[in-house]
Structures are given as C-alpha cells and as structure tokens.
C-alpha cells in the first residue's frame, strides 16, 4: 500500500468531521447573509445567531483535526464520524419534528432555518463527544481485558516455575547430601595426598547449595508481592559478617553498623546481604581482601558493601537496573547481584554502583526505617556467632524445606 493510501485510509474519518464542520458553517454564514439586510433583525439577533453557529461549526472542524494528530486507529475514526453524523441526522429530525408540530397547532414558531442549523451543530458536536467517549471505553475495556489475560499467564507461569523449583531443589540438595556423605566415607581410606581432591568437592557443593538459594529467593521475589515487616538490619548485618569471617578468616571487615536499626524489609533481606558481602568477598583477587559495611542513617537507611576487588563492568551494572534485564552473565555474581537488584526494586529502592577511588566498588541500596520497638534494640553481638551454612543446608526457613520435600509427590516426579 503506498504513503498517499495509507495517508488517506488513516484520515478518512477526521476529513468527514472536518467537512461536516464546513458544511455547517458555510449553511450558517449564507444564511446569516441572507438576513443581514432585514430591517426587522436586530444587531444583538444577528450576532448571537452568528456565534451560535459559527461556533459549534469551527469547533467541529478543531475536533476533527485534532483527531487525525492524535494517531487514532481508521476504525477509531470512523467510529466517531458514524457517531457525529448520526446524532446530527437524528436531531436534525427531531428538531424538524417540532417545528412541524408547532406550526400544525398554530403555535409561534421562531426562524425554522436557524432553529434547523442550530440542532444540526448541537447534534454533530453531542455526535463527536459520544463518539470519543465510545473510543476511550473500548479502548479501556480491550487494555483491561489484556492486563487480566497478561495476569493470568503470568500467575499460570509463576506456579509452574514455583513447582519445577522445588522438585529441582529438592533432586540436587539430595544429590548434594549424597556426595558430601559418600565424601565423609571416602576420607579416611585415601591418604593425604589423594584427601585434597575433596576440598574442591565440597566447596562446589557449598556453592551449589547457596545457587540453589538464590534461585529460590529470585522466584519468590518476582512471583509473589511484597509483605514488608519490621526487620533489625543492625542483626542481619552482624549475623552475616560473622558467618563471612568464619568463611574468609584472611579478610578484612570493617563495619560501621550501629545497633537497633530497624528497617521495613521481609525474609530477603538475609540472603540479599550475604549476596553482596560473598559478592565482595569471593570474586576479590587480592589474598587479603577488605570489606566495607556501612549504614547512613536517616529517613531512610542506606546499607553500602564496599570492596577493593577488580570492580564491576558498566554493561554489567546497567543490567542489573533492571528488573526485567536478566543478566547475561552465568557465574554466581550475575545471579547474585540480580537478585539483589530485584529485591531492592521490590523494597522501592534500586541496585547502585559506584567506583572507588582507590580501586574496587561500592554497592548500596536504601531501606525505609521505621522506629524500633522495644524489642529490637537487643545488642547485635548476640548474633555474632552464627554459624555458617554448610553444604546441605540452605539459608531457606525450615517451612520452605518441607513444602520442598512435599514435591515429590508431584506428577513430575514419577
């Protein structure tokens, strides 16, 4: 189809608007210049007939090209001229109706040509607002019908990846209980030599285990809304570096956490910490890594790890501003960070990066606080010796395990 037609088939509809609107104004000048010269018309008769009219005329013709610049649908268009020359026809017809019945009664009848023009206009205008009302509500009920289909693939989806994640957690944790266990057996019958080969099998199943945390974390956060409660970050930042100094004891932490601040998070919040103190703490290449936590308190608190790594790529951190860019990456940073990024979204927050003069990366996100009860100002040295998670084991509750474990009932099982 070439420009000219496509240009014609879209403006169709505004141009019969439009033409009704001249039609009508060029009837209503001539007949306005019919009268001017009867000495029985006054002036004040003459103008109101005028911008009666002439009024609803050129706002005809406004509307019809202010609809062929709003890109509405040919159809769209069509719809509304059908509604303006419909509803102009129809109290045309009425108008004339009563003018018929008043004359056949010998009532006074005022000028029957102005009084004709005059329900045309009103009727074409009436026409037009109908008609874009109609187009708006259609428009309205076909978004709302695509948002509740969109909602209901999306829930559909969401319950599928839900059971699919817990009949594959629970297969590989099982898998993992497994080879640590036949690992243990294996250790005492191989000498010390051959006994190093296991370090790297079960620090792989140690990373396995905190991947499958992740994911499990990922689809809670994209598939479910957020139930945000009253959580001591102090606590969970306390908690998470004494399990990172039992994992890395050559690395260096420096936190700067006072006690009893509590922030509106959920469950997430434990898992998201350790994610970017790992994050900080793994992929560092130098032999004694230094960490920084800090807390700036105000309205809203906002938990920055700092490190003195490699840093991390630009094409990277703009991913991870994104809910909806999934990061190309396959190692544990990629998922790690993602996750991290989407729960700070999910806390009305956002993922930010920064460089560090002296080399390596900032990463923070904002929390909302709100005033501690009385029962969260406990010191957070009560936490500081939490052990750290072991293969096996996941930082999961115990509730999500067992409704894990209860997948294997499930059809995809058998």
């Known amino acids: 189809m070439s420009r000219w037609m496509r240009f014609?088939?879209?403006?169709?509809?505004?141009?019969?608007?439009?033409?009704?609107?001249?039609?009508?104004?060029?009837?209503?000048?001539?007949?306005?210049?019919?009268?001017?010269?009867?000495?029985?018309?006054?002036?004040?008769?003459?103008?109101?007939e005028l911008v009666s009219l002439t009024g609803w005329a050129s706002a005809i013709v406004i509307a019809g090209y202010w609809f062929s610049r709003r890109g509405l649908r040919p159809d769209q268009l069509w719809r509304i001229a059908t509604w303006c020359l419909v509803t102009m026809g129809l109290m045309t017809a009425f108008v004339g109706y009563i003018l018929v019945d008043v004359s056949l009664g010998g009532g006074w009848l005022p000028d029957p040509r102005f009084t004709l023009l005059l329900g045309a206009n009103v009727g074409a205008g009436v026409g037009i607002a109908l008609g874009w009302q109609r187009v708006r509500a259609i428009e309205t009920a076909k978004r709302r019908e695509r948002r509740e289909t969109q909602t209901e693939l999306l829930e559909r989806q969401t319950r599928v990846l839900s059971h699919l994640n817990r009949h594959l957690r629970h297969h590989v944790l099982d898998t993992v209980t497994v080879v640590d266990g036949y690992t243990d057996l294996l250790s005492p019958h191989i000498d010390d030599d051959g006994r190093r080969y296991l370090t790297p099998i079960r620090e792989r199943n140690a990373r396995t285990v905190d991947l499958l945390a992740n994911v499990d974390a990922l689809v809670d956060a994209l598939g479910t809304p957020a139930s945000l409660v009253t959580r001591d970050l102090s606590l969970v930042l306390h908690a998470e570096v004494s399990a990172a100094r039992q994992a890395h004891p050559q690395a260096t932490f420096d936190v700067d956490v006072p006690t009893g601040v509590v922030v509106r998070a959920d469950d997430l919040l434990d898992i998201v910490v350790a994610n970017l103190v790992q994050n900080a703490l793994v992929h560092n290449e130098s032999d004694h890594p230094h960490v920084s936590i800090r807390l700036d308190d105000d309205t809203r608190v906002?938990?920055?790890?700092?490190?003195?790594?490699?840093g991390i790529p630009q094409s990277v951190r703009e991913t991870f501003g994104r809910v909806d860019g999934v990061p190309e990456t396959t190692d544990d940073t990629g998922l790690g960070l993602y996750l991290a990024s989407v729960v700070a979204q999910r806390y009305g927050s956002e993922l930010t990066f920064s460089a560090e003069d002296d080399g390596g990366t900032a990463v923070g996100f904002t929390l909302q606080r709100v005033a501690p009860a009385p029962w969260t100002t406990t010191p957070s040295t009560q936490l500081m010796d939490r052990p750290q998670p072991t293969a096996g084991e996941s930082r999961r509750r115990p509730a999500e395990d067992d409704e894990a474990d209860s997948a294997i009932s499930s059809p995809l099982q058998r």
């Open 8 to 48: 014609r088939s879209q403006m169709t509809g505004a141009l019969v608007i439009v033409s009704v609107g001249l039609l009508l104004r060029t009837v209503g000048v001539a007949h306005l210049y019919q009268y001017a010269l009867n000495p029985f018309r006054t002036f004040e008769t003459s103008l109101l």
């Open 302 to 310: 906002r938990l920055t790890v700092t490190d003195d790594g490699p």
